[in-house]
């Protein structure tokens, strides 16, 4: 069962985005608590930009500073169309994003459900750590391993029979 589990999760994370069009995002911040909270994921899909509306939970580069994905409800519309002008908002701040969003991109990222605590597997996954597992760890060990096994002395095979 736990082998089902495991390979039916691979598939929906390798396999699942590019045949069904979403993607995951590791939650971070506690800006959407109640709604989700950091260590959840978030599972979004694409959607013409022309269709937002108020209410709706999208993910969108912010206008300003490092231009990061946020993930926030629009709680206003100042322009519709091809490329709309929002205003986002977390659910657990007080106030409204200091900015105007204009959504450039013809398609925008929408919150379609919220998957708890599987932001914190996918943050592990992409973290150094793993990282410099995976990369110098495992391929340092798996040779040394190898080594030992070349240079080892080798037992003599008693010959059947032999006493």
């Known amino acids: 069962m736990i082998l089902f589990l495991t390979v039916a999760f691979l598939a929906a994370v390798a396999a699942g985005p590019h045949l069904l069009g979403y993607e995951t995002e590791a939650v971070l911040s506690g800006s959407m608590v109640p709604t989700f909270s950091p260590g959840d994921a978030v599972l979004v899909t694409s959607e013409p930009a022309s269709a937002v509306r108020v209410g709706q939970i999208i993910s969108y580069h912010i206008p300003i500073g490092d231009h990061h994905v946020e993930t926030h409800r629009i709680v206003k519309i100042i322009s519709a169309g ?82």
């Open 82 to 163: 091809a490329h709309p002008v929002v205003v986002t908002k977390g659910d657990a701040n007080s106030a409204a994003d200091p900015w105007q969003a204009k959504l450039i991109a013809p398609r925008i990222w929408h919150v379609r459900t919220v998957l708890p605590h599987v932001g914190t597997i996918v943050h592990v996954m992409r973290g150094r750590l793993l990282h410099l597992l995976t990369t110098l760890v495992a391929p340092m060990t798996i040779v040394a391993l190898l080594l030992v096994r070349i240079w080892a002395p080798r037992r003599e095979a008693v010959p059947s029979g032999a006493t």
